[in-house]
């Protein structure tokens, strides 16, 4: 076994998943089923999903392009409805968008008229918050992820890496149950992205949060999740789902690892198993006409 020295070699994978799952359900999707129609084509995005997701678990969810798993993250959100089935957060049906979920996604979603603290003040404006109670829970938000120098400018001011740190404490200054993050790194360069992922494990470790966190990089999976669910495309169906079993704190090193490596390889293997899960339009891609006397060869 390949150790990194930073890891705890006695970590009891066993014991740290009989204790998630000893705790309450927050999130439970029951044979979920979402089928687009378009004239007279009908298309299942998703198909029966069933799902349970216990309070404070980091879920990512992984697949080929066309598996639905935005649409669920969405449908979870409530931004998307749904064709049949049930989905409940702590027992309730969901019922459209909610401040008990707060949504993350790849594109900059901010404000861009408002400051970095009016946009974090945004929500709970919106639920009834005085100025000065919203003010001082933005700013207390704008700490937690080190941006109270930037308070006072404009996204358009930010890199990439400090925009969806505002996206991120604009969500959570709700006080939500879930937060659900849609490929939210995926715009950033690597070196940001890696500090993105730590600096979001220690926010989850250390607040009451269960992330839903939809990605296509399958070693950003491993390093965040408990458990992975991997979806298969046409329809959208759960192929497995993998518990996670490295010990946290998580680091970048952890990849070099034998045991991530194993992991990396049946995920890699769930996700491309099957050719023809893929999305359908890449199945005949027309050839490139020549467009140009320029050509590799001399």
């Known amino acids: 076994m390949n150790h990194h020295p930073q890891y705890a070699t006695d970590f009891d994978a066993n014991a740290y998943f009989n204790a998630i799952y000893q705790r309450p359900i927050i999130l439970e999707a029951k044979k979920l089923s979402q089928i687009f129609k378009y004239q007279q084509q009908e298309r299942t995005v998703l198909k029966q999903i069933d799902l349970k997701i216990h309070k404070r678990e980091f879920i990512c969810i992984i697949g080929p392009s066309g598996c639905g798993k935005s649409t669920l993250s969405r449908i979870v959100a409530g931004l998307d409805p749904y064709s049949s089935g049930e989905i409940l957060v702590d027992g309730t049906k969901i019922h459209g968008p909610s401040p008990e979920r707060g949504m993350v996604f790849q594109g900059y979603t901010l404000f861009p008229w408002k400051t970095v603290k009016e946009n974090v003040m945004f929500g709970p404006l919106m639920k009834g918050s005085s100025n000065p109670v919203a003010e001082a829970a933005a700013r207390e938000w704008i700490n937690i992820i080190g941006l109270e120098k930037y308070e006072n400018q404009y996204p358009h001011q930010l890199s990439g890496g400090m925009k969806q740190r505002v996206a991120i404490a604009r969500a959570l200054v709700n006080e939500p149950k879930i937060l659900l993050m849609d ?55 759960i192929k497995e789902i993998i518990e996670v079993n490295l010990p946290r704190p998580r680091h970048p090193e952890l990849m070099t690892t034998t045991e991530f490596k194993n992991l990396r390889k049946r995920v890699d293997f769930l996700v491309h198993a099957q050719e023809d899960e893929i999305d359908p339009a890449l199945e005949d891609l027309p050839k490139i006409p020549r467009m140009t006397q320029v050509s590799t060869h001399k």
């Open 183 to 237: 490929e939210p790194f995926g715009a950033l360069d690597p070196h940001t992205r890696q500090k993105m992922q730590k600096h979001l494990m220690d926010l989850w470790q250390n607040i009451d949060i269960t992330i839903i966190f939809v990605t296509h990089d399958m070693d950003e999976a491993i390093l965040l999740a408990d458990r992975i669910v991997a979806l298969k495309a046409n329809p959208g169906e």
